[in-house]
């Protein structure tokens, strides 16, 4: 029978597993800031596509060019979001590693090092794809000078 771990060594790496799961709850946070986006998106996208048919000219051109840009920024919030549920995918890897390693007695510092750094580095880029739809959606609010007089 495989000894039982005493409860202060769970209790270190419950310590150790904190950082992780208050990463956890800032990506969940830009999840739902992500889908919310993407909601709105889709929402503004099937409007449009909604009075296409019946516009012509000018009209006809704005809707053509609102709807490229909303596509674009559903690309964009797509990649955001499998980038921040990779990021929280492994986030909770490092939390299972960190248990399996005390648990089993391992070594899997690196391992460990190398997950963490990967969950940043994919949270990294999901910001970065966040920051890119909003400058994206900034493109779209263009007023038109004839409003402007």
Same mark, same amino acid.
């Given at each position: 029978?495989?000894?039982?771990?005493?409860?202060?060594?769970?209790?270190?790496?419950?310590?150790?597993?904190?950082?992780?799961?208050?990463?956890?709850?800032?990506?969940?946070?830009?999840?739902?800031?992500?889908?919310?986006?993407?909601?709105?998106?889709?929402?503004?996208?099937?409007?449009?596509?909604?009075?296409?048919?019946?516009?012509?000219?000018?009209?006809?051109?704005?809707?053509?060019?609102?709807?490229? =840009?909303?596509?674009?920024?559903?690309? =964009?919030?797509?990649?955001?979001?499998?980038?921040?549920?990779?990021?929280?995918?492994?986030?909770?890897?490092?939390?299972?590693?960190?248990?399996?390693?005390?648990?089993?007695?391992?070594?899997?510092?690196?391992?460990?090092?190398?997950?963490?750094?990967?969950?940043?580095?994919?949270? =990294?880029?999901?910001?970065?794809?966040?920051?890119?739809?909003?400058?994206?959606?900034?493109?779209?609010?263009? =007023?038109?000078?004839?409003?402007?007089?």
């Amino acid at each position: 029978m495989i000894p039982s771990p005493a409860v202060s060594t769970i209790a270190q790496t419950i310590q150790l597993s904190l950082s992780p799961v208050f990463m956890l709850a800032g990506i969940g946070a830009l999840l739902n800031v992500l889908a919310g986006r993407l909601s709105r998106v889709v929402d503004r996208a099937r409007a449009l596509e909604r009075l296409h048919p019946a516009s012509t000219g000018p009209e006809h051109e704005r809707h053509v060019w609102e709807l490229r =840009i909303l596509d674009r920024r559903i690309a =964009i919030i797509n990649a955001g979001l499998a980038l921040a549920v990779s990021s929280a995918v492994m986030t909770c890897s490092v939390v299972a590693l960190l248990f399996v390693a005390e648990l089993a007695k391992l070594r899997l510092g690196r391992e460990v090092a190398v997950a963490f750094i990967l969950a940043m580095l994919l949270l =990294i880029a999901a910001l970065v794809s966040f920051l890119l739809e909003v400058r994206t959606s900034l493109r779209a609010i263009r =007023i038109r000078p004839e409003l402007l007089e």
